[in-house]
């Protein structure tokens, strides 16, 4: 059966690790099609191939369906999970001699949070200090030659590289990102000498000032390099079974990026870098639409899973960028979505301290073995366990799928609740509000700390896990709102049908405001936009389809740290110039409370120019659905719920959520169940079902 050539699917994947989420959207009728299908840590291409399968089965198209498929966009964890288990190996670095030491000497400045640097202990570097190699050569700032390179130390350092077994190089040369000649001709050189390495150039990664952040972006590049490379190349070719019987097409591959584009599977493997924060970013996308079509334009967005829950904020339907990110221990300068990650998900263990206090996560029981309540084999309390003791998740999940343990998870907190001395709905309560203040102090870290009143924004929660907390986190937070979007366990996987292609360029270029060069910052705002270009191109896209979005990284004179702006379209004038300027002002006063916009003796200076080059694509249209007129309908069920210890067990209607039309409220207390989540409405709270289904809960006095 050949499919009808005007049904055209882009599908979306998120591989999770219990769950791969499957989400397909037919360009020519709008439906889209949402399942799920375990996940296959040993070889996530086999899940991978069966969620294709599986959703085409749903839209009624033939398992071999090549011509139906328009693209597949995926959301991948392989460089993520890579870094944060701190599984690097093998990786070895080059740079100018003398300057050996520079992953050791990094920065003067400790992490947030220690406050002392005699509680900072320094992590270990990235490349032990036996697998660094120095070259002869050097550049200046501006680009000129100070010091011709020494080929034959390359040509040395290449070998000894080769006689070690280290396959994996970094190369990162002084002031490479303003003259790239030396670190290309270096690459050139070593795979002469080592036709089996795998080279990154600072050059290509990061085109930055700054060695200590070029030289570690780098190397992150080059460690996650060959586990991406392998994994997009097998998914790439098992995807190739579904080549057009009509004109032989191959199946469009992108990949997920951290700056929220995507990138084809052929280029991706030469930027893994890119892919760091792909799954997070995906998510946060994908609630950013749901709450702009929705009416919210200030939004966080709280994606709760089995390990950790991932937060991040959203200002006039886009998420806020930022490229001073980690993952891991391992700062990466690259442009990505402002997430931050907290040990909160289902899976969380809760534990003592030496102090015999109790804590929550970040240690997780992952899916196997899990929480009690599974019955394989865990043997810690976890955060689903006090959720299901406690009635506020039913016990079962998906639908029926998974049967749980009540009985065990009631064990284990007892067990937990005693060494306490406290009861079991003490102990189960304390488990949850421990989370829910580990997941609000999450989402003050990206407000707050930014210079945002949490209070003026709406949380959207999506996951799993994401919405069991939901009204603890507006009392303590003071939110005016939450919403809870349709299929939330699948809003990462709609996230990647959102996503343009998209390309950032940075050339550091520093000048003082009075001293700018017009034509020179021209000049290189007009390079980097061609190189976005021949990007875009190669990717299949018409120059009447390129957007180019620039900005700028400004900063006052003798800061350290910079504050990036946009750069409007059009010739660089003195009135543009002046009005990024005010733009900058603007901005630090908004995250630092102050600014020198009257103070004619403080100068601003232009540190980083930046392109993005996007090529947009059809997403998928949110529907908007008629109110109904019936009432109310009757809860399906009714189980003993406890919201609070001291008021015990209450009687609690549980509603499924496909039975609530637009219009309808429920008030609490009421438990909202669907096929991957749950929402517990405590009592004091109300649910109003809006025009697209979305859950909109809120004080009932604010109602």
């Not at 660089?572 to 103070?599: I, K, P």
């Not at 908007?624 to 015990?648: L, M, N």
Request: proline letters at 6%; one cysteine or more.
């Amino acid at each position: 059966m050949t499919p009808a050539p005007h049904r055209r699917i882009r599908i979306g994947i998120d591989t999770g690790g219990t769950f791969t989420d499957v989400v397909a959207f037919d360009e020519s009728t709008g439906e889209l099609v949402t399942t799920k299908t375990p996940s296959t840590p040993g070889n996530p291409a086999d899940g991978f191939l069966a969620g294709i399968e599986k959703v085409l089965g749903i839209a009624g198209l033939p398992a071999d369906s090549g011509d139906a498929i328009a693209s597949v966009s995926h959301g991948t964890t392989v460089a993520t999970n890579q870094l944060l288990e701190g599984k690097v190996e093998n990786l070895g670095f080059l740079t100018n001699d003398g300057y050996e030491q520079v992953l050791e000497i990094a920065r003067q400045s400790v992490p947030d949070g220690y406050g002392n640097s005699y509680f900072w202990v320094k992590p270990d570097r990235i490349v032990p200090r036996d697998l660094v190699r120095t070259v002869v050569g050097r550049m200046s700032y501006t680009g000129e030659e100070i010091r011709p390179l020494d080929e034959d130390g390359v040509r040395a350092a290449g070998r000894w590289f080769r006689a070690k077994g280290v396959e994996s190089l970094g190369v990162c040369l002084l002031h490479s990102y303003a003259n790239s000649a030396h670190e290309e001709r270096v690459r050139q050189i070593l795979l002469e000498e080592h036709p089996d390495a795998v080279v990154s150039l600072s050059s290509e990664v990061l085109r930055e000032y700054r060695e200590y952040e070029r030289s570690m972006t780098t190397l992150v590049d080059a460690a996650v390099k060959p586990k991406v490379s392998r994994y997009v190349s097998n998914i790439k070719t098992r995807l190739d079974a579904y080549t057009s019987a009509d004109d032989g097409r191959a199946v469009p591959f992108y990949v997920m990026k951290s700056n929220g584009g995507v990138l084809s599977a052929e280029e991706v493997v030469h930027q893994p870098i890119t892919t760091v924060l792909s799954g997070p970013a995906a998510g946060a996308l994908g609630a950013a639409l749901i709450a702009e079509v929705a009416g919210f334009d200030r939004v966080l967005t709280c994606d709760g899973g089995g390990t950790s829950t991932d937060v991040s904020v959203v200002v006039d339907g886009e998420p806020t960028l930022t490229t001073e990110g980690t993952v891991g221990v391992y700062p990466s300068k690259i442009p990505m979505i402002d997430v931050v990650t907290v040990g909160a998900g289902g899976g969380s263990i809760a534990w003592l301290s030496p102090e015999n206090t109790l804590k929550v996560g970040p240690a997780s029981a992952g899916a196997d073995p899990g929480p009690l309540c599974y019955a394989k084999g865990g043997t810690d309390v976890t955060i689903t366990d006090a959720h299901v003791v406690l009635g506020r998740i039913p016990p079962h999940l998906l639908g029926g799928e998974i049967p749980l343990d009540v009985d065990a998870a009631r064990r284990g907190l007892e067990e937990l609740a005693a060494r306490l001395g406290l009861g079991v709905e003490e102990c189960a309560g304390g488990v949850l509000e421990i989370s829910a203040w580990n997941q609000a102090n999450a989402l003050r870290q990206i407000t707050v700390k930014r210079g945002l009143d949490v209070r003026d924004f709406t949380l959207t929660t999506f996951g799993g896990s994401g919405s069991l907390l939901l009204c603890r986190l507006v009392d303590v937070l003071d939110l005016p709102a939450v919403l809870v979007p349709p299929n939330p366990g699948n809003v990462s996987a709609f996230g990647l049908l959102t996503v343009d292609v998209k390309n950032d360029y940075v050339q550091t270029a520093v000048t003082l405001q009075d001293q700018i060069d017009l034509g020179a910052v021209g000049g290189v705002f007009d390079d980097l936009s061609a190189r976005a270009a021949k990007a875009l191109v190669e990717e299949g896209f018409a120059d009447s389809e390129h957007r180019f979005v620039r900005t700028a990284d400004l900063r006052y004179f003798g800061q350290a740290f910079e504050v990036r702006v946009p750069v409007p379209e059009g010739p660089m004038t003195n009135e543009l110039v002046a009005a990024v300027a005010d733009a900058f002002h603007a901005a630090h006063r908004g995250l630092y409370g102050y600014d020198f916009a009257s103070d004619p003796t403080q100068q601003v200076e232009w540190v980083n120019l930046r392109v993005s080059g996007i090529g947009p694509i059809q997403r998928p249209e949110i529907r908007r659905h008629e109110a109904s007129t019936d009432p109310v309908p009757e809860p399906r069920s009714i189980r003993p719920v406890c919201f609070d210890a001291a008021d015990g067990y209450v009687d609690t209607g549980v509603w499924w959520r496909d039975d609530l039309r637009p219009g309808h409220v429920v008030d609490g207390p009421a438990v909202i169940e669907e096929f991957g989540s749950t929402v517990p409405l405590h009592p004091g709270f109300t649910a109003r079902i809006d025009d697209h289904l979305n859950i909109i809960v809120t004080r009932q006095e604010q109602a």
